[in-house]
């Protein structure tokens, strides 16, 4: 029996519901003395459907409002007299093209971003391709926020509104009220899914960032990967002779050893079957090489990071997986000076790697599997601070996929005529209030990822009932989707 085998089934071992409720075992997690002790399965639903859910999270804030700017005269000329000296020239941005059930509005994008131009207006000029949306003015909200009752106090708002920190935890986890134990939305997701979709043999939870709070579930953790694969202990050197090669047979002996002592034995099974999940997972992928996919992807750490996606993505029958979600980090973008040079770096790099990852997924024929979105901590102030833009709220937010509707501008694209009036405003600086709630973005994502019940809704997001009744969606009518992204029977 092969090796590979032999790992395959010691991690098809304890079933999921006794890993969960194990004691010792959330006091091991706790530790963060394995990254994932499997997330063993009761027996897979039926089908062999497969769906991939993956986020680039933007850190830093990126400045959204640079990515996709108003191009009629009108609003561009509130764009101009807004930003001023960190707004782009009206001739340089490119053109998109808006189909039927956006918001009607001309818009271009930025002149870095020709990536994200044909995605939006359709993959090689094919206008039956068009691949990504933007949703407008979104972010963290507890409930429907206007500006009366921002001001006057009224009801909850996100805690610690405009600090990084808080910020991103609170796209990660949709709870910006906060909660007494940190959870993220797709670790809550992994919790009511990952028994019943997938074979208990990895996790279904992908980090390429470290940990994180998106992933962290109540009952389930992440996995996280690197560049070259799994954090195995034999992947840093073969060199025996090196002293993490020596540390790493000690502690490999150290586990093999038989302990009396419960809470020794309980750690050490965990760390082996940590250990193995671990040489499984990079047997796998250093089973593709880096000609799996014909798709040129830029030799950038974008491009790494999203060609690796691709690969874990091929290799979800190899891992038991018919739910995953992948995370990505790709910072940056707290650009309080200098704006306009840095931002055109940073979307120089992102954009075409996006690009890439969704041309990959063509060539493959895994575009109707994945659904791609971008996060961040908030968008910038409108205005300029003297080359930069500080702290804000509400953004635009971008879905890719074939799934997608794509070709829309959909939410509210907000006015930004810059006057005390102006209802979208917030604060000095033009912060400017979210029409579109993080809670509606991730409901569509998980109605297309396969969630069912209103019960397992609120599980995952309980403040869905201020934005939307999950009961009234109708999968053949998008008007009752809760932004409108998806085409129409794709869940």
Not at 61 to 88: E, F, K, M, Q, W
Not at 435 to 447: K, P, R, W
């Amino acid at each position: 029996m092969s090796s590979q085998k032999t790992r395959r089934d010691f991690l098809q071992g304890a079933p999921c519901a006794a890993l969960g409720s194990s004691a010792i075992m959330s006091t091991l997690l706790n530790l963060k003395m394995a990254n994932q002790a499997v997330a063993a399965g009761l027996p897979s639903a039926p089908g062999n459907d497969r769906k991939t859910l993956v986020c680039i999270f933007l850190h830093g804030g990126i400045d959204s409002y640079n990515v996709i700017v108003p191009r009629d005269n009108a609003r561009y000329n509130s764009y101009r007299n807004v930003r001023t000296d960190i707004s782009l020239p009206q001739d340089d941005l490119l053109p998109i093209n808006q189909v039927a059930g956006g918001d009607g509005e001309l818009y271009g994008l930025h002149p870095a971003t020709s990536a994200y131009q044909e995605l939006f207006n359709g993959l090689g000029g094919d206008a039956s391709k068009r691949r990504l949306s933007f949703i407008a003015n979104i972010g963290t909200l507890v409930q429907p926020t206007t500006r009366a009752d921002f001001e006057n106090e009224a009801h909850a708002l996100p805690q610690n509104l405009f600090s990084h920190s808080d910020q991103t935890e609170q796209w990660q986890t949709s709870l910006p009220q906060g909660d007494t134990r940190l959870t993220g939305w797709a670790g809550r997701i992994a919790d009511v899914l990952h028994c019943t979709h997938n074979q208990n043999v990895t996790s279904m939870s992908l980090s390429f960032a470290g940990n994180n709070i998106f992933q962290v579930g109540r009952e389930t953790s992440q996995f996280v990967m690197n560049q070259n694969g799994g954090l195995t202990f034999s992947q840093s050197s073969n060199n025996e002779s090196h002293p993490t090669f020596q540390k790493n047979v000690a502690v490999k002996s150290l586990m093999e050893q038989e302990y009396a002592n419960m809470m020794e034995k309980a750690f050490a099974e965990l760390t082996n079957q940590s250990i193995n999940e671990q040489e499984f997972v990079q047997e796998q992928f250093d089973s593709l090489d880096d000609n799996f996919v014909n798709t040129d992807f830029p030799s950038t750490s974008a491009g790494r990071d999203l060609k690796n996606a691709l690969r874990m993505i091929q290799l979800r029958p190899e891992l038991g997986l018919r739910r995953q979600t992948i995370f990505i980090s790709f910072g940056g973008w707290d650009h309080h000076s200098q704006l306009l040079g840095p931002q055109n770096d940073r979307l120089s790099e992102l954009a075409p790697a996006i690009k890439a990852f969704q041309d990959g997924l063509e060539e493959l024929g895994l575009a109707d599997s994945v659904m791609t979105f971008t996060a961040s901590d908030f968008a910038r102030t409108l205005r300029s601070n003297g080359g930069g833009s500080d702290h804000a709220w509400g953004g635009n937010q971008m879905v890719f996929g074939e799934a997608v509707d794509g070709g829309k501008v959909l939410g509210q694209f907000p006015d930004l005529t810059f006057n005390d009036s102006n209802p979208n405003y917030v604060s000095r600086g033009g912060r400017i209030i979210p029409s579109t709630s993080v809670d509606s973005l991730v409901a569509e994502l998980l109605l297309w990822f396969g969630l069912k019940g209103s019960a397992n809704f609120e599980t995952v997001l309980p403040n869905l009932n201020n934005f939307y009744n999950v009961a009234n969606v109708d999968a053949s009518d998008p008007s009752t989707f809760p932004i409108g992204f998806l085409k129409p029977n794709t869940f």
